[in-house]
């Protein structure tokens, strides 16, 4: 139930959000190969990035919220890049099949929060895809993603990644508003089909 503390998690007035900059966190990632760190997914599976053959869409982002909990800091929405992580990740589960269709044999999301705070967000959000959780950042600090700190903690700040066996070939940065980034990949895996 939405509280004042921490309203409803899937409808944004995205003109009332600061939208991030480009920082030029991620130019480095475009043509970079992916790092070989085992990571734990909300499926049970440990998942390399590095070792998935073909096409993968991987969306990061810097933590989903909990519904009637508070946000992590009050001020989390004035955070440019902060606000969104459930609506991303639900645009990305309503297109699931077209990605699929598209081209993408994987897609998967990715944090730095725990894999038990993941399975939280993955069930009650119904998702047909893992979630893979960098909480020790291992994958954060080999890949250099960009990264935020907010109340002592390192999140991933939002982004989307094509990777085709284990190389980027196409990045999404900075990503906003969150919930047209799902449909922003597809029209790029459907232009860019692989033979």
């Known amino acids: 139930m939405p509280t004042a503390a921490n309203p409803n998690l899937h409808e944004v007035d995205w003109s009332k959000i600061p939208a991030p900059l ?42 989903t919220g909990e519904p009637g909990k508070p946000s992590l800091v009050g001020d989390w929405d004035m955070i440019p890049g902060a606000r969104g992580c459930t609506p991303q990740t639900c645009a990305f589960r309503d297109l699931h099949k077209a990605l699929i269709e598209a081209g993408a044999a994987h897609v998967l999301g990715l944090s730095t929060q725990d894999p038990v705070y993941q399975l939280e967000a993955a069930k009650r959000l119904h998702l047909e895809f893992p979630l893979l959780s960098d909480e020790k950042l291992a994958l954060t600090r080999a890949w250099r993603l960009p990264t935020m700190q907010v109340a002592g903690l390192t999140l991933i700040k939002r982004l989307a990644m094509v990777i085709d066996d284990a190389t980027i070939a196409k990045v999404f940065y900075p990503v906003f508003p969150p919930d047209k980034n799902a449909a922003e990949v597809l029209a790029w895996l459907q232009q860019h089909r692989r033979p």
């Open 22 to 63: 480009d920082d030029g966190g991620a130019r480095h990632l475009l043509g970079a190969k992916v790092p070989d760190v085992v990571l734990t997914a909300t499926n049970g599976e440990q998942v390399s990035l590095a070792k998935l053959a073909g096409r993968a869409v991987v969306f990061a982002y810097p933590r």
